[in-house]
């Protein structure tokens, strides 16, 4: 009985790399469970699969910034040049303030740094408890 032959290997398909964007994908935090979702570039909207919350995508461009929750220690991002952001964890409303907004100094009891706003005479600090004079 005659053995069937292998066919002779196709040749190798040269790499194409995809167009610039194809399949790109971005980031945002989920507004109901505060997961990380990922979205295809060009979506409007993301529907957690966690909590089936429907997050608005920012538009293209637009700079996003982020804080720490001052109530619950939850990591927020909101658009630069808010003013004030709510967590929809604990609802406290956090002053997000511009890196040319504030300032800092050790504190003068225990040398632990401290931030404040800018133009503030002085500062007192949340572990010590001391009120620093800012010069």
């Keep these: 009985?005659?053995?069937?032959?292998?066919p002779y290997p196709t040749p190798p398909v040269p790499f194409t790399p995809p167009a610039?964007?194809?399949?790109?994908?971005?980031?945002?935090?989920?507004?109901?469970?505060?997961n990380l979702l990922m979205y295809p570039a060009g979506a409007t909207?993301?529907?957690?699969?966690?909590?089936?919350t429907v997050t608005a995508v920012p538009a293209p461009g637009t700079e996003m910034a982020q804080l720490v929750c001052g109530g619950c220690h939850t990591l927020l991002m909101y658009i630069?040049?808010?003013?004030?952001?709510?967590c929809?964890?604990?609802?406290?409303?956090?002053?997000?303030?511009?890196?040319?907004?504030?300032?800092?100094?050790?504190?003068g009891s225990c040398r632990m740094l401290l931030m404040?706003?800018?133009?503030?005479?002085?500062?007192?600090?949340?572990?010590?408890?001391?009120v620093t004079s800012v010069g």
């Design 20 to 34: 610039p964007n194809a399949g790109a994908q971005s980031q945002l935090v989920c507004s109901g469970c505060r």
């Design 88 to 107: 929809s964890c604990c609802h406290t409303v956090n002053l997000a303030m511009e890196a040319n907004q504030v300032a800092h100094v050790n504190c």
């Design 116 to 130: 404040y706003q800018y133009g503030a005479r002085s500062v007192k600090c949340a572990v010590c408890s001391f």
């Design 1 to 6: 009985m005659p053995v069937p032959l292998a």
């Design 80 to 86: 630069r040049g808010a003013t004030s952001v709510q």
């Design 45 to 52: 909207s993301v529907c957690c699969a966690v909590c089936s």
